[in-house]
């Protein structure tokens, strides 16, 4: 195996109390296939400054707004060459514009954006760009969804006709407290979805990328249980896939005891699995007829796209990092193919601006549906 | 403790390849508070004979239908106090409306019948009647969903916000071969509902016994995933009840992997609890703030209403028999004091005929609702 | 299948409050294979009238000693064909000889006895007699045991190398305050081993049941860490099997959390199987080189002599009632038989006097070697 | 919180196809702590260097053997300040001993080394340097275990009685085929002891950590159950800790269906504890008399000494390679310490030698025991 030089990485957001970008910096790391070297870490400039320096970021490319990064970045011989975005939603838009439109890639935190109007735009920036757009639906990256994808694919489990996927948290069971909360659960910088948005496309992303299916209609009701709330911190919502596949989708960030319980089922006519994320190195695999079987990680059983995104052996569990890292390796395998001019291998695997757009058209089709007391109603 | 004789009881159906008879028979055995003396086992009489000598039953009092058995019975001085019916459901009305009118307590099987028509006649039989009237919905006397339900009474949980309550089987993934899935996938036999009927109601029936809320409207989408069948063999149903809670029912008999798996979650504003059937034992509760915990049967933790019905200490696990043994001890309780002139105490609980009417009311809606493509439809 | 009628019941032991005796009542009914009819359930007079009455036996077959009840049973016409002995330990020998003496066959709670020397003198006494005598080492009635016993004697796990048996409770942490706890620290009534008598011998018999095998030799370290305490109340145990397999057996008293936690685990050179008794309807079964499987009572993968013993299907549990209730049904066969004149099925198993004379060796061969600081020690 | 610039750290051993070198690798990098900049990756020169163009080494630090790394290294301006080893463990003595006679911390893999007498030299050499020695036990990392010891030393546990500990695996089941098993089997490369070094050395450590516990004397059974193999693969140790705490200790690698299967149960006469490293984010407590307590890490009951070795909130499972980064990030606070010539933080735990010297005495022990057919014998 050939070395490549780690990708230079610059940062927006993720200043030195936000929890996502802290896991965007360690998963960037895990692989040493990248290189933290510039950032726009805050909005404020003193916490900008603060956050790089805690970083040990040399000042000079330590930033005060996104901006002014994408422009001299671009124009530096070891400017950055890919830059994570992990601000609040509704900066999605205006910060990965400046990037992709001088052809540095985009690895951005999900939903993609917080409106359907930036989405659009969003994809039309990254149409025109040269550079790569990345989301990270970090979930994808685990091991055992990506032999769940594979199992699919291949038939074993037959035809699909059932998906039960839920996404359950309880951290906002009662009124808000902390910085995280905040914005979250404000519209203007979250979006139209609360809870939808925030773990319902995780979820609704997951179940696609395993079962390959597309979602032709859904009926919703969305709830905001807590007083004064203006998104959802719950919802229902009932599937119809493409060729007849029903599901369920739950999302609820006010079920206490659910830490981040993302957690999938998948039942064809000759099989089913099950995951849960909380002990991620698992995956139930339920042949028609006979007896269970619980696959693992690295172990018996294990596939080769699994063991491709595997790290160490069974028993030795991986966790969250470790997923959320696969899609930066995978990021870094693209970019560094882009980089050298050769074709990236199918095997590759990441959350594409695409899945982005449908993750935008779940939560738009959430809010419509419930809105007209759960109609059935189309994506997009 | 004082001793009561114990209850003379017959038996309608349950011949000898019937699997829910020979459950009823055993539940009915282990306190030791019914004798079953009398048996119309089959409508064919060369199996009604046989299956009554199988028990040891007396010939004289092996009838080859119910009513001659109701008949008789009624005039004997021996005669049996209690009847338990496990036929088809499309036989319920007719056998029990026998039994009612002359005064003998009726122990049902679930679904109450086959027709909403049947139903309604039959709550109206048993208001005629100064018989009691058990619907056999066996869950609810797990110790642990005894403890459950007190726990929302108490407001353990808080306001109730979420019920999310699952059935799933896989017994009916193919095509079926045998006797138990040939009834219960024929309308005319089994009702308007096939898993809806079959299981679903045993789900909503339960999600109401603990949360004690009652559903206001429901959004349902059935599917028949095999071909050729008639009935539902899996449900999608939104759920909305008074005062504000909202919640989804997942019901399926195609779900492979999926023994007997029912499951409720019933999450508050101060917390939640989790029970899965297959371990029955166990009950989490999740207060929120605070670290898990598990309850068991018998254990540190169990309040005297599931202390009230536990038979043996924590660690022995009880398990399905004893439940359903229970529903037979509070009806034993009931037809005691019934026979004694007494009041039965008000911690003896039983499935009703009203339940039974709702859980018509619940397959009925359901069916009502797919066929509008999910409209919000109200009970009865 | 014909009908047998059920057998005539006594009971030695078993008053109002004492757990076994209860438990034993229970597990006679389920299958309805036998009638309680006759009792000696309490040495002290009026307690034992009380306890027959509440139990609606005969007064005139309520007696006050074990003694009278053997002498008068036998002789009436339809007196007892059966007895069982529920007693403290130390009664077990005396009562157990009287009823063998006379041809009723015996169904005794373990250990065996409270000595060697009476544990002797009833195999003498239980060899002389015609009757049958049955240990309850109940937890070789579950079915996953049955198939786990079936799968090792079928090779499934090629030769066994390492047996990890263990039984842990918590009831004894601190100083014991109720009657259960009373007689079992006392060793004129319970005999020389705390834990190691009272559950120890449940593990070894079970471990026994499963691979076949027998021990060899045995290091062991007793401990009594609640001040005060006679008996053991934990101990740490090495085994080494004919053949060359070996063992680790850890029971105890004290571990906090444990309910009652019977767990094992063998592993050959082919495969290994896991089973805990608190969820006994799984059995974990893991081939070298594959993934691992999880049968289930009932389930695909379930063998003959598991289903033989399995009253409902998959996924409603049975319990710790039915795996005793199914000592008692091998029992009855095996007294039909006798009565019959016929021969027992090879199927049929319960334990013996001799599985009962194998406990209190090991016993004797733990203290014995806990004294010589852990010297390795035969049985017998 | 203010930068550290990161520390430059060597390798010896971990050439391209060894599974715990890129462990290392992988975990210095976590929270950036560390630079990787030189390598003597491998014994054979042409793979050594392969190594370390294949991670990006200067070729002018990709060295052929340890020495020649100590000694130039040691001169540079920019020399590494930390080496890494992590060879099979007959190196691990003379590659330590010339990093730490120059000054360059040392951070080395278990077990300390394969013989006594070199375990004894390299203490003597750690103790003549200035620099620190750090043994990877890398599961003291975990932060449930952090809290676990917390727990113990609080008195939540009260005395502690029991403890259960046991490490298995079943890799070594049949004859050995690769190069992990080869060396790891070969007393010349691995010393005296198999599954008793290799794996033994974990959980006794690991008990002694979370229990505070010194061991005063060990009865041990040692097998090699694989035809032809020199080393133990299986080992059953009972266990005398000083105060009169008494347990078990299990490894194994020839028990099919256990991954990486360590786990961990303490008794105190106040309540329990049981961890299971295959799923570490979970650590159950079971307080004498209460429900049983699921606590998990970042969750509510979480400690301050579990947080402080947390990087994402609960239900983000942190796996094996975290908890190793924790023993990196521990390692390089006290390096930077040291750096800076100011006082280490109380809080920061990582295994020293003398943790390796005392696992050497485990083995060593119980080498010397199993000899003497188990007799109980002291460390040292």
Same mark, same amino acid.
């Given at each position: 195996?050939?070395?490549?030089?780690?990708?230079?990485?610059?940062?927006?957001?993720?200043?030195?109390?936000?929890? &996502?970008?802290?896991?965007?910096?360690?998963?960037?790391?895990?692989?040493?296939?990248?290189?933290?070297?510039?950032?726009?870490?805050?909005?404020?400039?003193?916490?900008?400054?603060?956050?790089?320096?805690?970083?040990?970021?040399?000042?000079?490319?330590?930033?005060?707004?996104?901006?002014?990064?994408?422009?001299?970045?671009?124009?530096?011989?070891?400017?950055?060459?890919?830059?994570? &975005?992990?601000?609040?939603?509704?900066?999605?838009?205006?910060?990965?514009?400046?990037?992709?439109?001088?052809?540095?890639?985009?690895?951005?935190?999900?939903?993609?954006?917080? *409106?359907?109007?930036?989405?659009? /735009?969003?994809?039309?920036?990254?149409?025109?760009?040269?550079?790569?757009?990345?989301?990270?639906?970090?979930?994808?990256?685990?091991?055992?969804?990506?032999?769940?994808?594979?199992?699919?694919?291949?038939?074993?489990?037959?035809?699909?006709?059932?998906?039960?996927?839920?996404?359950?948290?309880?951290?906002?069971?009662?009124?808000?407290?902390?910085?995280?909360?905040?914005?979250? *659960?404000?519209?203007?910088?979250?979006?139209?979805?609360?809870?939808?948005?925030? &773990?319902?496309?995780?979820?609704?992303?997951?179940?696609?990328?395993?079962?390959?299916?597309?979602?032709?209609?859904?009926?919703?009701?969305?709830?905001?249980?807590?007083?004064?709330?203006?998104?959802?911190?719950?919802?229902?919502?009932?599937?119809?896939?493409?060729?007849?596949?029903?599901?369920?989708?739950?999302?609820?960030?006010?079920?206490?005891?659910?830490?981040?319980?993302?957690?999938?089922?998948?039942?064809?006519?000759?099989?089913?699995?099950?995951?849960?994320?909380?002990?991620?190195?698992?995956?139930?695999?339920?042949?028609?007829?006979?007896?269970?079987?619980?696959?693992?990680?690295?172990?018996?059983?294990?596939?080769?796209?699994?063991?491709?995104?595997?790290?160490?052996?069974?028993?030795?569990?991986?966790?969250?990092?470790?997923?959320?890292?696969?899609?930066?390796?995978?990021?870094?395998?693209?970019?560094?193919?882009?980089?050298?001019?050769?074709?990236?291998?199918?095997?590759?695997?990441?959350?594409?601006?695409?899945?982005?757009?449908?993750?935008?058209?779940?939560?738009?089709?959430?809010?419509?549906?419930? /809105?007209?007391?759960?109609?059935?109603?189309?994506?997009?």
């Amino acid at each position: 195996m050939g070395y490549d030089r780690p990708i230079r990485l610059g940062m927006v957001g993720g200043g030195n109390d936000a929890f &996502i970008g802290g896991v965007h910096r360690i998963a960037a790391r895990i692989d040493g296939r990248f290189n933290l070297v510039a950032g726009a870490l805050s909005s404020t400039p003193e916490k900008a400054q603060a956050s790089g320096a805690a970083l040990g970021l040399d000042p000079a490319r330590t930033y005060d707004d996104f901006k002014a990064m994408a422009i001299r970045e671009a124009r530096l011989k070891d400017g950055i060459e890919a830059v994570a &975005i992990v601000t609040p939603n509704h900066v999605h838009y205006a910060a990965a514009r400046e990037f992709l439109k001088r052809g540095i890639h985009v690895i951005c935190d999900k939903p993609l954006t917080s *409106t359907m109007a930036d989405a659009k /735009k969003l994809v039309k920036a990254a149409e025109d760009s040269d550079a790569l757009f990345v989301l990270t639906h970090n979930y994808t990256g685990y091991p055992m969804m990506r032999q769940a994808r594979q199992m699919v694919a291949d038939g074993v489990l037959g035809n699909i006709r059932v998906v039960q996927v839920e996404y359950a948290q309880d951290w906002l069971t009662q009124h808000e407290e902390f910085k995280q909360a905040e914005w979250r *659960t404000d519209p203007a910088r979250s979006g139209a979805g609360g809870s939808t948005g925030d &773990i319902g496309t995780h979820a609704f992303n997951l179940a696609a990328f395993v079962t390959g299916l597309e979602l032709e209609s859904l009926s919703a009701d969305l709830q905001a249980f807590v007083s004064g709330r203006q998104l959802d911190d719950n919802a229902h919502v009932m599937l119809r896939y493409e060729g007849g596949a029903r599901g369920m989708l739950w999302c609820s960030q006010v079920a206490p005891g659910n830490e981040n319980g993302l957690r999938l089922r998948v039942y064809g006519d000759k099989g089913g699995i099950e995951w849960a994320q909380e002990n991620p190195n698992q995956l139930w695999f339920t042949p028609y007829g006979e007896p269970k079987q619980l696959l693992t990680r690295g172990g018996k059983g294990a596939m080769d796209v699994a063991e491709r995104v595997t790290r160490i052996p069974a028993g030795h569990p991986e966790g969250y990092l470790e997923g959320f890292a696969t899609i930066y390796r995978e990021a870094a395998d693209a970019i560094t193919a882009h980089r050298n001019g050769t074709a990236v291998s199918e095997d590759v695997l990441y959350p594409t601006i695409e899945d982005g757009l449908k993750g935008m058209q779940f939560v738009d089709a959430c809010v419509r549906s419930s /809105k007209r007391d759960g109609a059935w109603v189309k994506l997009g």
